[in-house]
């Protein structure tokens, strides 16, 4: 994380770098914020909050950044899962990744079974974005380099039908975790929502034994537009948490508030890269500091006034 410093934060610092008592001072950074796709209502609560911390901090001349950067990271503190990795109590845990086509649902598939395969967990892959032929084949590709072993059916088959396959498969073979890619748009004469609802059903039946993770994929440079598609995908699945991907030094880091905030879910996982490692655990703390050029432990050590 910490080699993430978005352009917009660049631009975000600046702002908080000036005079605070200039009225422009206020209009720049509302400006500033939603350009970086924070949204109306959170920048205007931001906003709000942060005239009272600084009219508060007294003779305290505490930098206006630091103060700004210690208010971003309380947004985390709300969900205490921001961050957390898959939960494995029991056996077999089971993990479905949902989001639409292109924001990297397949690719985190198959980077999660090859992190806890080398972590000596005994992983199964599904392949249950049976609608689209080449997600089957690029998951197969990462069985293989992964050594997991992959649950599969033709092109065009039931989804549901593959997850069901992959839990039982799973039973029979003492497996820890079943990691299933679903599709994220399928043809005209098919509803998605429906079809990931079947799916869900099926796993909260036949995963009794261990922890469920509905996680939601979502494309970092996408910014507003993946939040229109994830309020339909939480009305479809009991979602527990985001996997934000393609996050580089051209995103946008207001996404990551807006995730948390609008979606009221929390961030697991951050794509920083095609490397199996640049998956990710996300550390909001990391994450505040380098969006805003902070010094290394400013908020993750406690650096920062209360």
């Known amino acids: 994380m910490k080699e993430v410093k ?32 924070v949204g109306l209502d959170l920048s205007e609560k931001l906003i709000a909050d942060f005239r009272k911390r600084l009219e508060a901090r007294g ?22 899962l921001n961050g957390t990795p898959v939960r494995l109590d029991g056996s077999p845990c089971v993990v479905l990744l949902a989001g639409v086509n292109g924001s990297g649902k397949t690719t985190t598939a198959g980077k999660l079974a090859s992190q806890f395969s080398k972590a000596g967990k005994k992983v199964v892959l599904a392949a249950a974005d049976t609608f689209r032929a080449a997600a089957i084949e690029q998951l197969a590709v990462w069985s293989d380099r992964s050594q997991v072993r992959l ?13 069901f396959d992959a839990i039982r498969s799973a039973k029979a073979s003492n497996a820890d975790l079943v990691i299933a890619d679903t599709a994220g748009r399928l043809h005209t004469r098919h509803n998605l929502m429906e079809e990931l609802r079947k799916v869900a059903r099926v796993v909260e039946k036949e995963a ?42 051209t995103s946008k880091g207001g996404v990551i508030l807006s995730v948390v905030h609008e979606l009221g879910l929390p961030v697991r996982y951050v794509g920083l890269g095609e490397r199996i490692e640049d998956l990710a655990l996300f550390k909001p703390a990391e994450f505040v500091e380098a969006l805003l050029g902070l010094n290394e432990g400013a908020l993750s050590k406690g650096g920062l006034p209360s």
């Open 6 to 37: 978005a352009k917009w934060g660049n631009s975000l610092a600046q702002v908080l770098a000036g005079p605070t008592e200039d009225e422009s001072f206020w209009e720049k950074i509302e400006e500033t914020l939603i350009s970086g796709d």
């Open 208 to 249: 009794t034994g261990g922890t469920t993770e509905f996680l939601l994929v979502l494309d970092a440079v996408m910014g507003q537009n993946s939040f229109q598609q994830a309020r339909i995908f939480g009305e479809a699945l009991p979602l527990t948490g985001i996997i934000l991907t393609k996050y580089d030094n």
């Open 151 to 163: 649950v599969s059916h033709g092109p065009g088959s039931d989804p549901a039908a593959v997850v």
């Open 59 to 80: 003779s305290r001349k505490i930098p206006a950044i630091e103060l700004f950067g210690k208010q971003l990271e309380e947004i985390f503190k709300v969900n205490p």
